[in-house]
């Protein structure tokens, strides 16, 4: 089992930046993708963006240039650098994690941290 719990979320205008962090425990070490979604009210939750435990990263059109994921797999935490903020960056942001046990993949969640941007 993992727990995952973000941090970092908040008010901002746009054009500024936040980080978010999202701290894993429990069986850390079967841990294999991390990354984030986001869900704005009334849409679906989408794919912010994700690492491997290599490091190796994608990110959806939407952020990319804009935001940056990274790993520091010796504090079991992923973060997300977001930068030059939109308004449409709004929504909640859910830390995302899968690992492997016994060739089972299991997926796992945060409880969300809310990120809103005034235009």
């Known amino acids: 089992q993992v727990q995952l719990v973000e941090s970092g979320g908040g008010l901002v205008q746009a054009g500024g930046s936040l980080r978010l962090s999202c701290l894993a425990s429990?069986?850390?070490?079967?841990?294999?993708?991390m990354g984030w979604y986001r869900q704005a009210p009334g849409k679906q939750r989408e794919l912010v963006a994700r690492?491997?435990?290599?490091?190796?990263?994608n990110y959806a059109d939407s952020v990319r240039g804009r935001f940056t994921i990274s790993r520091d797999n010796a504090k079991n935490t992923v973060y997300l650098q977001m930068s030059r903020l939109k308004p449409e960056d709004t929504g909640v942001y859910y830390c995302h994690a899968i690992d492997f046990v016994k060739g089972y993949q299991s997926d796992y969640w945060g409880q969300g941290t809310q990120v809103t941007v005034s235009s």
């Open positions: 690492v491997t435990r290599g490091n190796n990263s």
């Open positions: 429990g069986s850390t070490s079967s841990i294999s993708d």
